[in-house]
Protein backbone atom coordinates (compact mmCIF):
# COMPACT_ATOMS: atom_id res chain seq x y z
CA UNK A 1 0.00 0.00 0.00
CA UNK A 2 0.69 3.33 -0.20
CA UNK A 3 2.37 5.12 2.62
CA UNK A 4 4.40 8.33 2.93
CA UNK A 5 7.05 7.52 5.30
CA UNK A 6 10.52 9.17 6.94
CA UNK A 7 13.83 6.96 7.14
CA UNK A 8 15.74 9.75 9.04
CA UNK A 9 15.47 12.62 11.45
CA UNK A 10 15.12 16.28 10.38
CA UNK A 11 13.31 18.69 7.87
CA UNK A 12 10.01 18.14 6.20
CA UNK A 13 12.46 17.37 3.57
CA UNK A 14 13.01 13.62 5.11
CA UNK A 15 9.34 12.62 4.10
CA UNK A 16 8.92 10.45 1.40
CA UNK A 17 6.36 8.40 -0.56
CA UNK A 18 7.00 4.70 -0.38
CA UNK A 19 4.94 1.00 -0.83
CA UNK A 20 5.21 -0.50 2.81
CA UNK A 21 3.29 -3.60 3.82
CA UNK A 22 -0.54 -3.78 4.90
CA UNK A 23 -0.98 -4.32 8.35
CA UNK A 24 -2.95 -7.28 9.22
CA UNK A 25 -4.82 -8.26 12.13
CA UNK A 26 -2.97 -11.78 12.47
CA UNK A 27 -1.66 -12.50 16.36
CA UNK A 28 -2.11 -10.39 19.12
CA UNK A 29 -4.42 -7.87 17.45
CA UNK A 30 -7.91 -9.15 18.69
CA UNK A 31 -9.47 -6.13 19.47
CA UNK A 32 -7.79 -3.71 16.64
CA UNK A 33 -9.99 -2.91 13.35
CA UNK A 34 -8.47 -2.51 9.49
CA UNK A 35 -9.45 0.68 8.28
CA UNK A 36 -9.10 2.34 4.56
CA UNK A 37 -7.75 5.77 5.29
CA UNK A 38 -10.10 8.42 3.17
CA UNK A 39 -8.36 11.42 5.23
CA UNK A 40 -6.18 12.04 7.99
CA UNK A 41 -4.60 15.09 9.10
CA UNK A 42 -1.28 16.31 10.73
CA UNK A 43 -0.52 18.00 14.54
CA UNK A 44 1.84 19.19 16.22
CA UNK A 45 3.09 15.39 17.50
CA UNK A 46 4.41 14.80 13.88
CA UNK A 47 6.54 17.55 13.73
CA UNK A 48 8.24 17.01 16.71
CA UNK A 49 8.49 12.99 15.97
CA UNK A 50 10.12 13.87 12.34
CA UNK A 51 12.15 16.48 13.59
CA UNK A 52 13.98 13.84 16.32
CA UNK A 53 13.09 15.68 19.30
CA UNK A 54 15.11 14.20 21.93
CA UNK A 55 12.62 12.62 24.73
CA UNK A 56 11.19 10.59 21.96
CA UNK A 57 14.27 9.20 20.53
CA UNK A 58 14.26 6.59 23.22
CA UNK A 59 10.94 4.78 21.94
CA UNK A 60 11.34 5.82 18.04
CA UNK A 61 14.75 5.22 17.87
CA UNK A 62 17.67 6.73 18.67
CA UNK A 63 20.05 7.59 15.85
CA UNK A 64 17.04 7.05 13.23
CA UNK A 65 13.01 6.15 13.14
CA UNK A 66 12.28 2.33 13.76
CA UNK A 67 11.03 0.54 11.01
CA UNK A 68 7.78 0.01 12.92
CA UNK A 69 7.44 4.24 13.39
CA UNK A 70 8.00 5.52 10.10
CA UNK A 71 4.57 6.21 9.41
CA UNK A 72 2.78 9.28 11.31
CA UNK A 73 -0.32 10.58 11.33
CA UNK A 74 -2.41 10.40 14.45
CA UNK A 75 -5.88 11.30 13.11
CA UNK A 76 -8.07 8.78 11.05
CA UNK A 77 -11.39 9.19 9.12
CA UNK A 78 -12.64 6.25 7.10
CA UNK A 79 -14.28 2.57 6.64
CA UNK A 80 -13.68 -0.32 8.59
CA UNK A 81 -12.35 -3.57 6.13
CA UNK A 82 -11.50 -5.79 9.01
CA UNK A 83 -12.74 -6.36 12.17
CA UNK A 84 -10.57 -8.20 15.48
CA UNK A 85 -11.88 -11.59 16.80
CA UNK A 86 -12.83 -9.68 20.10
CA UNK A 87 -14.53 -6.71 18.43
CA UNK A 88 -17.87 -5.71 19.18
CA UNK A 89 -18.87 -2.21 18.43
CA UNK A 90 -18.16 -2.25 14.78
CA UNK A 91 -18.31 -4.31 11.59
CA UNK A 92 -17.17 -4.29 8.11
CA UNK A 93 -18.19 -1.64 6.31
CA UNK A 94 -19.11 0.88 8.82
CA UNK A 95 -17.61 4.62 8.47
CA UNK A 96 -15.60 5.91 11.33
CA UNK A 97 -13.02 8.26 12.75
CA UNK A 98 -10.58 8.67 15.74
CA UNK A 99 -7.27 8.22 16.45
CA UNK A 100 -4.45 5.65 15.68
CA UNK A 101 -0.38 5.52 14.92
CA UNK A 102 0.55 5.69 11.35
CA UNK A 103 -2.80 7.08 9.45
CA UNK A 104 -0.46 8.74 6.75
CA UNK A 105 -1.21 4.91 4.46
CA UNK A 106 -4.05 3.81 2.93
CA UNK A 107 -5.17 1.19 5.64
CA UNK A 108 -4.59 1.70 9.44
CA UNK A 109 -4.87 -0.81 12.23
CA UNK A 110 -6.31 1.07 15.19
CA UNK A 111 -7.74 -0.03 18.33
CA UNK A 112 -11.16 -0.70 18.66
CA UNK A 113 -11.30 2.05 21.21
CA UNK A 114 -9.69 4.38 19.64
CA UNK A 115 -12.94 4.68 17.05
CA UNK A 116 -16.45 5.90 17.12
CA UNK A 117 -18.88 5.71 14.23
CA UNK A 118 -19.24 9.31 11.97
CA UNK A 119 -22.24 11.62 12.57
CA UNK A 120 -24.44 11.59 10.46
CA UNK A 121 -23.92 15.31 8.84
CA UNK A 122 -20.15 15.41 8.73
CA UNK A 123 -17.98 14.14 6.03
CA UNK A 124 -14.92 12.17 6.14
CA UNK A 125 -12.75 15.08 5.38
CA UNK A 126 -13.99 17.27 8.13
CA UNK A 127 -13.88 14.27 11.02
CA UNK A 128 -10.11 13.41 10.13
CA UNK A 129 -9.65 17.37 11.83
CA UNK A 130 -11.48 16.35 14.50
CA UNK A 131 -9.49 13.57 16.85
CA UNK A 132 -6.17 14.56 18.70
CA UNK A 133 -7.48 18.56 18.16
CA UNK A 134 -10.85 17.87 20.24
CA UNK A 135 -9.89 15.58 22.63
CA UNK A 136 -6.73 17.16 24.17
CA UNK A 137 -9.43 20.48 24.07
CA UNK A 138 -11.93 18.47 26.04
CA UNK A 139 -9.72 16.77 28.31
CA UNK A 140 -7.87 19.75 29.53
CA UNK A 141 -10.72 22.06 29.84
CA UNK A 142 -13.00 18.82 31.49
CA UNK A 143 -10.61 17.08 33.21
CA UNK A 144 -7.66 19.08 34.01
CA UNK A 145 -9.18 22.44 34.79
CA UNK A 146 -12.58 21.17 35.85
CA UNK A 147 -13.57 24.05 33.86
CA UNK A 148 -17.72 24.96 35.31
CA UNK A 149 -20.83 26.77 34.04
CA UNK A 150 -20.03 30.88 34.77
CA UNK A 151 -16.14 30.63 34.71
CA UNK A 152 -13.95 33.26 33.07
CA UNK A 153 -11.82 30.98 30.55
CA UNK A 154 -9.32 32.27 28.38
CA UNK A 155 -7.75 30.83 25.45
CA UNK A 156 -4.55 31.54 23.86
CA UNK A 157 -4.19 30.35 20.45
CA UNK A 158 -7.41 30.26 19.97
CA UNK A 159 -7.60 29.82 16.15
CA UNK A 160 -5.21 27.16 15.99
CA UNK A 161 -6.01 23.10 15.71
CA UNK A 162 -6.36 22.98 19.90
CA UNK A 163 -7.58 26.72 19.82
CA UNK A 164 -10.71 26.67 17.39
CA UNK A 165 -12.00 23.83 19.51
CA UNK A 166 -11.21 24.89 22.53
CA UNK A 167 -13.22 27.92 22.11
CA UNK A 168 -16.23 26.16 21.26
CA UNK A 169 -15.76 23.25 24.23
CA UNK A 170 -15.59 26.21 26.52
CA UNK A 171 -18.83 27.58 25.24
CA UNK A 172 -20.84 24.34 25.53
CA UNK A 173 -19.83 24.05 28.90
CA UNK A 174 -21.20 27.41 30.01
CA UNK A 175 -18.01 29.41 30.23
CA UNK A 176 -17.46 33.55 29.54
CA UNK A 177 -14.36 33.02 26.92
CA UNK A 178 -11.76 35.36 25.99
CA UNK A 179 -10.23 34.20 22.61
CA UNK A 180 -6.60 35.38 22.40
CA UNK A 181 -5.13 35.14 18.25
CA UNK A 182 -3.90 37.33 15.64
CA UNK A 183 -5.71 40.16 14.03
CA UNK A 184 -6.82 38.77 10.69
CA UNK A 185 -8.43 36.09 13.10
CA UNK A 186 -10.49 38.52 15.49
CA UNK A 187 -13.57 38.69 13.48
CA UNK A 188 -13.77 34.54 12.85
CA UNK A 189 -13.10 33.66 16.24
CA UNK A 190 -15.67 35.60 17.56
CA UNK A 191 -17.40 33.92 15.30
CA UNK A 192 -17.14 30.16 16.83
CA UNK A 193 -18.72 32.07 20.18
CA UNK A 194 -15.97 33.92 22.35
CA UNK A 195 -17.59 36.36 24.24
CA UNK A 196 -14.54 38.68 24.13
CA UNK A 197 -11.20 38.62 21.64
CA UNK A 198 -8.22 40.08 22.34
CA UNK A 199 -5.33 40.85 19.32
CA UNK A 200 -2.02 39.60 20.78
CA UNK A 201 -0.06 41.68 18.76
CA UNK A 202 -1.97 44.34 20.05
CA UNK A 203 -2.27 43.48 24.12
CA UNK A 204 -0.88 41.31 26.70
CA UNK A 205 -3.58 39.71 28.01
CA UNK A 206 -1.23 39.63 31.66
CA UNK A 207 -0.81 43.06 31.71
CA UNK A 208 -4.53 44.40 31.41
CA UNK A 209 -5.56 43.55 34.88
CA UNK A 210 -8.23 41.18 34.21
CA UNK A 211 -8.25 37.28 36.10
CA UNK A 212 -9.12 34.56 34.57
CA UNK A 213 -10.35 30.89 36.45
CA UNK A 214 -8.76 28.78 33.98
CA UNK A 215 -5.98 30.51 31.12
CA UNK A 216 -5.36 27.46 28.37
CA UNK A 217 -2.54 28.28 26.64
CA UNK A 218 -2.70 25.45 23.61
CA UNK A 219 -0.07 26.52 21.75
CA UNK A 220 2.86 26.56 24.22
CA UNK A 221 3.76 30.33 23.83
CA UNK A 222 3.23 31.58 27.57
CA UNK A 223 4.69 30.57 30.79
CA UNK A 224 3.21 29.70 33.80
CA UNK A 225 4.67 31.87 35.63
CA UNK A 226 3.87 35.16 33.25
CA UNK A 227 0.11 34.22 33.82
CA UNK A 228 0.01 33.56 37.19
CA UNK A 229 -1.09 37.05 38.25
CA UNK A 230 -4.12 37.13 35.56
CA UNK A 231 -5.16 33.91 37.50
CA UNK A 232 -8.10 34.09 40.27
CA UNK A 233 -6.58 32.45 43.88
CA UNK A 234 -8.21 29.44 42.78
CA UNK A 235 -7.87 29.63 38.79
CA UNK A 236 -5.28 27.14 36.77
CA UNK A 237 -3.03 27.76 33.98
CA UNK A 238 -2.93 24.60 31.38
CA UNK A 239 -0.55 24.21 29.48
CA UNK A 240 -0.16 22.42 26.07
CA UNK A 241 2.51 20.69 24.21
CA UNK A 242 4.89 20.04 26.46
CA UNK A 243 8.02 18.83 23.91
CA UNK A 244 7.52 22.36 22.31
CA UNK A 245 6.76 25.32 25.23
CA UNK A 246 9.01 27.04 26.57
CA UNK A 247 9.77 26.22 30.19
CA UNK A 248 7.08 23.74 29.76
CA UNK A 249 9.29 20.34 30.97
CA UNK A 250 10.46 22.79 33.85
CA UNK A 251 7.43 23.96 34.72
CA UNK A 252 6.04 20.08 34.99
CA UNK A 253 8.87 19.48 37.40
CA UNK A 254 8.51 22.10 39.65
CA UNK A 255 4.59 22.18 39.95
CA UNK A 256 5.24 18.29 40.97
CA UNK A 257 7.68 19.22 43.45
CA UNK A 258 5.96 22.02 44.60
CA UNK A 259 2.32 20.59 44.52
CA UNK A 260 0.90 23.96 42.82
CA UNK A 261 -2.58 23.14 42.13
CA UNK A 262 -2.58 26.32 39.44
CA UNK A 263 -0.35 24.50 36.94
CA UNK A 264 -1.78 21.44 34.95
CA UNK A 265 -0.72 19.85 32.05
CA UNK A 266 -1.89 16.11 30.49
CA UNK A 267 -1.58 13.56 27.88
CA UNK A 268 -4.25 12.95 25.69
CA UNK A 269 -5.95 10.00 26.11
CA UNK A 270 -7.84 8.33 22.79
CA UNK A 271 -10.83 6.54 24.19
CA UNK A 272 -14.68 6.46 22.63
CA UNK A 273 -16.35 7.61 25.08
CA UNK A 274 -14.91 11.03 23.99
CA UNK A 275 -15.01 10.60 20.69
CA UNK A 276 -18.68 9.77 20.93
CA UNK A 277 -19.32 13.06 23.00
CA UNK A 278 -16.88 14.64 19.66
CA UNK A 279 -19.66 12.82 17.00
CA UNK A 280 -22.93 14.16 19.50
CA UNK A 281 -21.48 17.83 19.65
CA UNK A 282 -20.94 17.75 15.91
CA UNK A 283 -24.09 16.61 14.95
CA UNK A 284 -26.01 19.28 17.78
CA UNK A 285 -24.37 21.93 15.82
CA UNK A 286 -22.17 22.53 18.89
CA UNK A 287 -18.46 22.02 17.59
CA UNK A 288 -17.67 22.26 13.41
CA UNK A 289 -13.62 21.80 12.02
CA UNK A 290 -11.96 24.43 10.12
CA UNK A 291 -9.97 23.19 7.65
CA UNK A 292 -7.87 25.97 6.35
CA UNK A 293 -6.22 23.60 3.14
CA UNK A 294 -6.47 20.22 1.91
CA UNK A 295 -3.44 18.30 0.94
CA UNK A 296 -2.78 15.19 -0.85
CA UNK A 297 -0.89 12.75 0.87
CA UNK A 298 1.81 12.83 -2.43
CA UNK A 299 2.04 16.54 -0.70
CA UNK A 300 2.94 15.63 2.82
CA UNK A 301 6.34 18.05 2.90
CA UNK A 302 4.39 20.79 1.82
CA UNK A 303 1.63 20.42 4.66
CA UNK A 304 4.54 19.99 7.55
CA UNK A 305 6.10 23.17 6.38
CA UNK A 306 2.70 24.77 5.98
CA UNK A 307 1.99 23.56 9.74
CA UNK A 308 5.16 24.60 11.13
CA UNK A 309 4.65 28.09 9.95
CA UNK A 310 2.81 27.91 13.28
CA UNK A 311 -0.35 30.08 11.31
CA UNK A 312 -2.70 27.83 10.29
CA UNK A 313 -6.35 28.82 10.93
CA UNK A 314 -7.97 25.39 12.36
CA UNK A 315 -6.60 22.24 10.33
CA UNK A 316 -4.58 20.76 8.04
CA UNK A 317 -6.33 18.12 6.46
CA UNK A 318 -4.74 15.17 4.24
CA UNK A 319 -6.42 13.64 1.29
CA UNK A 320 -5.39 9.73 1.02
CA UNK A 321 -7.82 8.39 -0.68
CA UNK A 322 -9.37 11.08 -3.19
CA UNK A 323 -13.73 10.89 -3.06
Known amino acids: MKAAIYTMYGSPSVLQ ?7 TLEGDYANRVLVKVHYAS ?23 PNPDAQIMGADVAGE ?3 IGSSVTRFQVGDVVFG ?17 AHMPKNASFKEMAALPLAAQTALQAL ?31 FGAHVTAVCSTSNLEWVKALGADEVLDYSQADFTKQGKQYDIIYDTVGKRSYWSCKKALTKTGMFVGENPFKARFQLLQMVWALLTKDKQFGTHLTSHNAKDLELIRDLVEAGRLKPHIEKVYPLEQIAEAHRHGESGHTKGKIVIEVIPS
Request: contains cysteine.
Open 99 to 115: SCRGSHAEIVRSRESAL
Open 142 to 172: RDVAKIQKGQRVLINGASGGIGHCAVQLAKY
Open 42 to 64: INPIDYIYRSGFFAIRASEGLLK
Open 80 to 82: VIE
Open 17 to 23: MAQVPVP
